[in-house]
């Protein structure tokens, strides 16, 4: 039972017969409620057994799914084939380089969430039998939003300076790192401020904002740099006042 | 089985043309240099001012030409563009907290654009008129 047939636009590459990537059309039935998904499911269930691509919880939760849905970075479970026009171009994220069809090499992100130490950093270890570390709700509040991430890397697809620079180290790794800095429970600032407060850090960035314009979470990474670099511009200064203050 | 990604290099001039809101960056980025060369003309005019009043006077002629007053009106649409970007991004650059509970974007805008609105009434108010 189909309610609209739409046409998928779909970027093919495939390393061992191809040169270069290559459009291929697939015509497909699609239901009301169906999201690219669901029609990229359709496709390798029934047209295209070759198809390959990322996905797993359907929901927006994981964070696979990432790709450009007509040219603008998506979760292709969360775009609704309703909301888009007969035909879907559909591409693998930008500024990634394609390891097959829709799917990228993720590998420099990795590297780059490893490098500004996305965990807390605590002052002292504490055993499990000693018990939780306690938080009140205000000091959850400062960073939760922060916590939403699921690396499904939209936002270096959208990131102009990511795409001509990719040594940036870029708007998810970098929001996880705020998010860290401002845990009360985390002393880990300055472990992580070679990384982050230096020029492929935070000082790439020139605040296009894409970034949190795409974000699927709303995350908002864009703020979180910023935010960055008031506080590192703050230490900077506060060097020259008060250096017997540094660590 | 053999790995060979395949990269798409992003376009290195053109980039920013792919997306409106890469446009709107650019306008937003360009909007300085018109600023900057407005303040660099309002630096040369107080040049000017301190050779006396025939080159002052020379100097005021020149800014009222055709030219002059094209780039004041570009100059003053950018500016007026750079401020409005500026003041919406505050809130994300400065959120503020005050008693637990955060400060709603909207209001911290409209803080900067009330600060922007008594800092023109004082200018104003010296040297206006």
Redesign the interface.
């Given at each position: 039972m189909s309610d609209r047939t739409i046409e998928l636009e779909i970027l093919r590459y495939d390393p061992e017969q191809d040169d270069a990537p290559h459009f291929q059309t697939y015509t497909v039935p699609c239901q009301e409620d169906w999201v690219v998904l669901d029609a990229i499911n359709f496709v390798k269930e029934n047209l295209d057994r070759t198809l390959s691509y990322r996905w797993s919880c359907h929901m927006a939760v994981c964070g696979s799914c990432g790709m450009a849905l007509n040219g603008e970075p998506a979760l292709a479970c969360h775009a609704f084939v309703r909301d888009y026009p007969e035909r879907i171009r559909i591409e693998p994220l930008q500024n990634f380089p394609i390891e097959r069809d829709l799917v990228v090499v993720m590998d420099d992100f990795m590297e780059k969430l490893a490098a500004v130490r996305p965990y807390v950093i605590a002052a002292e270890e504490k055993d499990v039998e000693d018990g939780e570390h306690l938080q009140t709700p205000a000091e959850l509040a400062r960073y939760k939003q922060y916590t939403a991430c699921i690396n499904c890397l939209l936002c270096y697809s959208a990131c102009p300076q990511y795409g001509l620079n990719d040594s940036f180290i870029g708007p998810a790794a970098l929001a996880l790192a705020h998010r860290y800095n401002l845990d009360s429970r985390d002393v880990g600032r300055s472990a992580r401020e070679d990384v982050v407060a230096s020029n492929p850090g935070i000082w790439e960035c020139s605040f296009v904002g894409a970034c949190s314009e795409v974000c699927p979470k709303s995350v908002d990474p864009a703020a979180a740099i910023q935010q960055t670099k008031i506080a590192s511009s703050g230490d900077y200064f506060m060097k020259f006042l008060m250096p017997w203050k540094r660590k | 089985?053999?790995?060979?990604?395949?990269?798409?290099e992003?376009s290195?001039s053109g980039?920013?043309l792919?997306?409106p809101?890469?446009v709107r960056?650019m306008m937003r980025?360009v909007s300085a240099a018109f600023i900057g060369i407005y303040a660099l003309i309002l630096i040369i005019g107080v040049h000017r001012l301190s050779q006396g009043e025939i080159a002052y006077a020379s100097f005021m002629a020149s800014t009222k030409g055709p030219a002059g007053l094209l780039f004041a009106a570009a100059a003053m649409l950018f500016a007026v563009y750079h401020t409005l970007t500026w003041f919406q991004?505050t809130p994300?650059?400065?959120?503020l907290?005050l008693s637990?509970k955060?400060v709603p974007g909207g209001v911290i805008v409209a803080a900067h654009w009330l600060g922007f609105a008594v800092a023109s009434a004082a200018v104003w108010l010296l040297v206006g008129s």
């Open positions: - | 089985m053999s790995r060979r990604p395949y990269l798409r992003q290195k980039w920013w792919s997306q809101r890469y960056y980025e991004v994300k650059a400065m959120p907290t637990g955060r």
